[in-house]
């Protein structure tokens, strides 16, 4: 081989082929993500851990992850749940309109999530129609109707935006799930519930963990929600990094809380990987 | 038409009263009366369409009847739901769980019964052990091949030891010499299990000859035809049955005498004399004549002009296409035997007991 070929030739075009889209990844990717682990990392004395290590054990910093972990677990299971409801009810108990129906879900999938938080306000909101029609109910203010704006209303919110994300891998799983398997176990003696138990989950198992996995990456990052929500009581890690760089100017703060936000993001989408991975291996063997 | 022994409804494994079906407004069954008894193995034959299936989903409570009663075992199962019902069923498609083991697809039914675990390991033997599939209880259906999961779906339908047993086109998936041996394993099986009441849902008629106690014929919704193998092979009563089952040749004749069990008929101005089975035919009947029937140079009272219009080896027989008059006529000869010519002017003939006279409709 002296690498003057006709092989070495194709080589060497595809690799030049290469080089914009390298460039691009480098230039939009990796040049800002390292200018914030270096404005995360990089102080006025040099490389340092010590900012970092301050900013992970303050207590701000430990609420922010606790109420990021809290919601998007919360919003994740939920979502779960009633994705789940409104595919077994679209698949085995069809309505007329079912189908327009799904077709609103993919419609619904374009939708920005600040805008799901804005319309929640005009129902939720201090001055909104259900606080309104609430708050007698409660102890007659309508302040205290207004939950929206602690942990449960971002999580409705999160909940009414993402639970199509679930939805949608759902209704796909349907689509490839033979209908004979039901009857089969229906006819040898098993419940409804015991065939959704036995037969429905297991082979939902691949859109569960896939609608799964995308929302808790989607509801760990959120923040359209968050902002337009204002809620006070609840700041999540994207908040707070938003807080430290735009409205206190502190990038190195906001850098560090960002990488940290980051390594949960990669931590998550890694499980989500082996499992999917194991899930897959565990089929095809 | 109704089945044959109604008043056995009581004592019957099944027994459907009139039962119609609809979907969307469109008739997919029309007032089926019919019923299986105990360790009798019935078989559905019919075109796609013809409702056979139908029937037996609505048996097994995945259809609900528009109209009519379903009868197991004298009890009335119209409204219960098909996990209520006990009934072992068998599709074309074997729908085994994927992600279960063979043993715990066996075992099924039996989890779903709150049974022991010892007692389920053991009927799931038993249940393995019955179809030949017992040194495969830990695979998974994947592993296994198209006869081998239709073995471990029959076995997980006996497993929780039902009354009855549906088969919807089990074979119909799998290749001739599969085929051919599992229905002589299903026979077998039904020889070990001789109360177990059949359903068979097929359109091979080989496949219900081989396996029928009785046949019931399926035409748009209805039954058209219901006898023992060979009461509908040799004397169908119209010309859809003789025409789905079993490749009949049928010519139109006109009646001109009939004394006893024999009846004088005219062909193209040649007197045939053909025996009948009981009544009297029609005034203008079909002369049903079955391709092995029919005799090359004979010399008999029975006697057709025809011509020799092709030959073609087949195997075990030779398949003889003629034109008598102007109808073409099939006829199957031994495949030792000398075929005549094509082109050749020949004399046909049949024994009057080998062929009958069916309605046109």
Known sequence: ?285 | MRDADPDTSLTASIALDTVTVRYRGAVALDRVSLSVAPGEVKVLLGPSGSGKSTILRAIAGFVPPTSGRIMLAGRDVTALPPHARGLGMVVQNYALFPHLTVAANVGFGLNARRLPKPEIAERVAACLDLVGMAGFAGRYPRELSGGQQQRVAIARALAIRPPVLLLDEPLSALDAPLRAGLLDELRSLHARLPELAIVYVTHDQGEAIALGDRIVLMREGRIAACGTPRSLYETPEHRYAAEFFGQANLLPVRLEACHRDLAVVNFDGQHLTVRTASGSPAPRPLLCLRPHAIEIGATGPNRIAARITGVQWMGPVQRVQAVAGAHPLRIDLPAGQGAPAVGAMVTLGFDPGRACLVAEA
């Open chain 1, 1 to 285: 081989m002296n690498g003057t070929g006709p092989g070495a030739g194709r080589r060497w075009r595809r690799a030049i082929t290469l080089v914009p889209f390298l460039a691009a990844v480098f230039l939009l990717l990796l040049y800002p993500l390292g200018l914030m682990i270096t404005a995360a990392f990089r102080g006025a004395k040099g490389w340092s851990l010590a900012p970092a290590l301050q900013v992970i054990s303050s207590r701000v910093f430990a609420s922010a992850l606790g109420h990021t972990l809290r919601i998007a677990l919360t919003a994740t299971i939920l979502c779960l749940l009633l994705g789940f409801v409104l595919a077994l009810l679209l698949n085995l108990a069809p309505f007329r309109g079912a189908a327009s129906l799904g077709r609103l879900v993919d419609a619904y999938l374009s939708f920005p999530s600040f805008l799901i938080a804005l319309s929640l306000t005009f129902l939720y909101g201090n001055a909104g129609l259900m606080t309104a029609l609430l708050a007698p109910l409660l102890d007659g203010s309508r302040q205290s109707a207004s939950f929206l704006y602690g942990f449960w209303g971002v999580v409705l919110a999160e909940v009414t935006f993402y639970t199509p994300f679930v939805l949608r891998p759902l209704l796909a799983g349907f689509q490839s799930l033979d209908p004979a398997l039901l009857e089969m176990a229906s006819g040898l003696g098993e419940g409804p519930i015991g065939v959704v138990r036995r037969v429905v989950v297991p082979a939902l198992l691949p859109s569960l963990l896939a609608g799964g996995g995308l929302c808790l990456l989607l509801t760990l990052n959120e923040f359209g929600i968050m902002l337009v929500m204002g809620a006070k009581n609840v700041i999540t890690l994207p908040m707070l990094i938003y807080g430290d760089a735009v409205q206190q100017f502190n990038y190195a703060g906001a850098s560090i809380i960002a990488v940290c936000d980051a390594g949960l993001s990669l931590a998550v989408f890694a499980l989500y990987r082996l499992g999917i991975t194991r899930l897959g291996a565990w089929l095809a063997s």
